[in-house]
């Protein structure tokens, strides 16, 4: 079964960047869309970015500032943020799907506050 880790949260400052790493288990994650999501204090669950067979895409709010991207040998999911803002403090969450299950990692918080 698949199991998600992210790594690479904390706190940053306004502006700066972050990169956040999700380490897949269990089995590769060539098989399956993949993407990021966040959890802000009060709001629910939004998607970030994902990659999938119709490619990649971008939430509106952090389009131009993240970047996703993956390591197939090392069956690897990264998102680098930069410019980041206040509003982009959430925990954020690891995600894996196919047309039969989803896998959500344990999350990972992230706080942009001076």
């Known amino acids: 079964q698949l199991q998600l880790v992210e790594s690479g949260g904390g706190l940053v400052q306004p502006g700066g960047s972050l990169r956040l790493s999700c380490a897949a288990s269990?089995?590769?994650?060539?098989?399956?869309?993949i993407g990021w999501f966040r959890q802000a204090p009060g709001k629910e669950r939004e998607g970030v970015s994902c990659?999938?067979?119709?490619?990649?895409k971008y939430s509106e709010s952090v389009k131009g500032r993240f970047t996703i991207s993956r390591d197939s040998a090392k069956s690897a999911l990264y998102l680098q943020m930069n410019n980041l803002t206040p509003e982009d403090t959430a925990v954020y969450f690891c995600?894996?799907?196919?047309?039969?299950?989803?896998?959500w990692g344990q999350g990972i918080q992230v706080n942009v506050s001076s």
């Open positions: 995600h894996a799907s196919d047309s039969h299950s989803a896998y």
């Open positions: 269990g089995e590769s994650l060539n098989y399956y869309a």
């Open positions: 990659i999938s067979s119709n490619g990649t």
